[in-house]
């Protein structure tokens, strides 16, 4: 994925409280990917996480997966 697609992933994250918590609501990370492929984002599961470590440090509240 290019840079300006994490990008838009997490921009979508942060600007779309139900998008977010219906990711973090999947109970592992194949199930969070088949959501993200679901809405037109092509990214890998390490950018995945990166996209959502970069939400949890940028924003005040928790966000945070156990998977």
Do not use: P
Request: hydrophobic share 40%; proline share 0%; net charge negative.
């Amino acid at each position: 994925m290019a840079q300006h697609d994490l990008q838009a992933l997490v921009a979508r994250m942060k600007a779309d409280g139900t998008f977010r918590a219906k990711l973090m609501a999947t109970e592992n990370m194949a199930e969070c990917m088949e959501q993200i492929f679901a809405h037109g984002y092509s990214c890998t599961a390490a950018e995945v996480r990166q996209g959502l470590e970069e939400l949890r440090k940028n924003e005040s509240d928790t966000c945070s997966i156990t998977w």
